[in-house]
């Protein structure tokens, strides 16, 4: 009956029903025992997430990749165009110049990025324990801070290691001749896609991005040979 | 002895973990059946929540220990419901 009440509402009034009552959902409430099973130890990387969700560990990660692999590409970039420059036709020089060089890049990456990440860390520790008014070393919090130092500095170290031995690679396999050339390529390549990288991050052009990169190295590339230029005079 | 069935917490807690995580650590432990978190207030760093804590068997030490590896601090236990049934206060005419 009330459904021919609204038609008639409806037809007289001339005008449409305002919104329609949608059917109530019934929850069927799990049993407790079945919730209860669902309980389980953390995994190693439901932890990581945890730690990344308090600290927000993969935005600044993501920073240090872009940030210290375009430092491997253009250092180990600036050295093989010098050695082309120079002409240098000795493989093994090269290659254990380069590898020295991607070396001291990860030392000094995991390390420098260590110490500065983990004082910021104790610093944020600090200032939060100041608000709490209790230690916070030993909660989840501290424990996700250590963390967070150490992934940082795994990756700030190996991010330019990486790039590094991606340029050098060319000269282990190939001939020298043609290995100068797809080393250069190589090494653009990189600086290309870090720039796509970070145009994903920022949601911006990611060819622009990417152009924005590539032009550093073009820089480098364009300073080294002025200055092998001059160092022949 | 008999059982804590209902629990109200005061805590103060840093903002991360967010509410829904301890809420759902808390809802995990043994003999709790549901949470319910509120919060009253926020500061720059720190927020003030209300814990209620409903089951068959509330353990207040494991709620404690769980608060605190989450970087809170129990400030005062409001109200708490003991026995076979949860009794509802009553009300009085002052």
Redesign the interface.
Known sequence: MPDDRQKDVKKDRGYRQPFVIKERKVIVQKPVEQVKNQRHEKTSIETYKEYNRILNIDSIARRYIAMNGFDGVLAILGIVISSFIAGVADVKLIISVCLGAAVAMAVSGVWGAYMAEAAERKKELKELEGSMLTRLKKTKIGRAGDFAALVIALIDGAAPFIAGIFVIMPFILLPINIAYYVSFVIAFALLFLLGIFLGKISKENLILSGIKMLFAGVVIMIIVFLLGASGHK | MSLVRRLVLDV?K?H???IV?LSQMLA?T?GI?GVDITVYEI????ENVKVTLEGSDVNMEEVERII??????VHSVDKVSTGRKIVEEARTLQ
Not at chain 2, 43 to 46: E, G, P
Not at chain 2, 68 to 73: C, D, R
């Open positions: 103060l840093p991360s973990p967010s995580e995990d043994e059946d500061d720059r760093k720190v605190q590896e989450n970087g809170g601090t």
